[in-house]
T-cell receptor
């Protein structure tokens, strides 16, 4: 069984730029959720994708957007980067309709905005 | 929306002692309560979870208790070992919403 993988591991961008982060879900999972974890804090829900559609969104502005592909992998896009976007971005996969909705996290992408 | 508070923020115990971390939640609709362990430079790892139809769940040295009336749940680790040192997060959600709301984390340090 393949776990959740994310790429890249680290990324440095400057304010105003755009970034794309990628996530491959655990085999057999059909749902991907994205979280932002600032240093020293708990993860905060950004949004979730199920069957290639956004299936819930947290309190994040529209410049945070996403995609889910037919193979259930996903991308998180952030436009017009701000300094406060510096954080660990976590992807979690789960199986909707599987009776548990348990979310399994990847290792994260550390984004630094200068 | 849901709000989860977690205490303490740091906890230091001697190897072999027990550790207890407590969380409270605000939304009575929440019915799923997982606990995650996060080591430095890694993503959160699920260690145990509990649903609202159960009051207690145990897995070897780890146990979780849930009091739905009081809206609080706790993680108990017995016979702690140095490899238990990490940051622990509680979370809550309802299956309809699916988003997890996390607590602020507890840094557990187990002294050898």
């Amino acid at each position: 069984e393949t776990g959740v993988t994310q790429s890249p591991t680290h990324l440095i961008k400057t304010r105003g730029q755009q970034v794309t982060l990628r996530c491959s879900s655990q085999s057999g999972h059909n749902t991907v959720s994205w979280y932002q974890q600032a240093l020293g804090q708990g993860p905060q829900f950004i949004f979730q994708y199920y069957r290639e559609e956004e299936n819930g969104r947290g309190n994040f502005p529209p410049r945070f957007s996403g995609l889910q592909f037919p193979n259930y992998s996903s991308e998180l896009n952030v436009n017009a980067l701000e300094l406060d976007d510096s954080a660990l971005y976590l992807c979690a996969s789960s199986l909707a309709g599987g009776g548990t909705d348990t979310q399994y996290f990847g290792p994260g992408t550390r984004l630094t905005v200068l | 929306g849901e709000n989860v508070e977690q205490h303490p923020s740091t906890l230091s115990v001697q190897e072999g002692d027990s550790a207890v971390i407590k969380c409270t939640y605000s939304d009575s609709a929440s019915n799923y309560f997982p606990w995650y362990k996060q080591e430095l430079g890694k993503g959160p790892q699920l260690i145990i979870d509990i649903r609202s139809n159960v009051g207690e769940k145990k897995d070897q040295r780890i146990a979780v208790t849930l009091n739905k009336t009081a809206k609080h749940f706790s993680l108990h680790i017995t016979e702690t070992q140095p490899e238990d040192s990490a940051v622990y997060f509680c979370a809550a959600s309802d299956t309809g919403r699916r988003a997890l709301t996390f607590g602020s984390g507890t840094r557990l340090q187990v002294q050898p």
